[in-house]
């Protein structure tokens, strides 16, 4: 089954925009939530990542909120630019603690997000 | 950071022959990992692999039908063997490396495969 769950398949906003992207997981053993970023013909780019011992993290114009008790974590693109236009896919693994490896991800869906000039 | 050439890019084989994908990293990586995107479809992991064990393949995936190699730290390859239409997909080599106290994992560009 779907061990994470992505939503909404596409997505379409005006430059400047907000765009929202929302996942759930059910696996509590889970503790790293990475975000990828993919442009068409090129592989995954890890945009950011959270750890469940924070709530929120923050890159420029990009911040991750995670939710633990609700088991949902999502991804904020302020200011949304054409050039953001790309799949965002979320994922999540059970890594041996920070420093150690992140072991196999399990990615959702995705999400196909256009951004309109 | 990390980066990987896969070869080929892509290539349009014949129902029942067999494929050889590369994957070449620039510095050595422990963990390597290969996945299966199918068009609009999520990344669903294939198998690890590891240099000097043997691939550890997921469910619903055979080494019979996805033998792996890992010669070394840098390389390894993916064959997609006695193919069918069913095996067109994006396949893409990743590996985990650690950068300033964080392990990240990095994807190639994937080989784009068509099956007729």
């Known amino acids: 089954q779907q061990q994470v769950k992505q939503s909404p398949q596409s997505l379409i906003v005006q430059k400047g925009g907000i765009s929202i992207i929302n996942c759930a997981y059910e696996n509590t053993a889970f503790d790293y939530f990475p975000w990828y970023q993919q442009f068409p013909g090129k592989g995954p780019a890890l945009l950011i990542a959270?750890?469940?011992?924070?709530s929120e993290k923050k890159e420029g114009r990009f911040t991750i909120s995670f939710n633990k008790s609700a088991k949902q974590f999502s991804l904020h693109i302020m200011d949304s630019q054409p050039g953001d236009s790309a799949t965002y896919f979320c994922a999540a693994s059970i890594s041996l603690g920070r420093g150690s490896t992140l072991g196999r991800l399990y990615f959702g869906r995705g999400t196909q997000l256009t951004v309109w000039p | 950071s990390a980066v990987i050439s896969q070869k080929p890019s892509r290539d349009i084989c014949q129902r029942g022959t067999s494929l050889t994908i590369q994957c070449q990293v620039d510095?050595?990586?422990?963990?390597m990992f290969w996945y299966r995107q199918q068009p609009g479809q999520s990344l669903t992991l294939i198998a690890t692999?590891?240099?000097?064990?043997?691939?550890?393949?997921e469910s619903g995936f055979v080494i019979d039908k996805f033998p792996i190699s890992r010669p070394n730290l840098t390389f390894s390859t993916l064959t997609v063997s006695n193919m069918s239409p069913e095996d067109s997909s994006i396949y893409l080599c990743?590996?985990?490396?650690?950068?300033?106290?964080?392990?990240?994992?990095?994807f190639g560009a994937g080989t784009r495969l068509s099956v007729l």
């Open positions: 990743s590996v985990e490396k650690q950068t300033l106290a964080k392990n990240i994992q990095y």
């Open positions: 959270i750890r469940p011992d924070v």
């Open positions: 692999a590891n240099q000097g064990s043997e691939a550890t393949y």
């Open positions: 510095s050595q990586v422990t963990m």
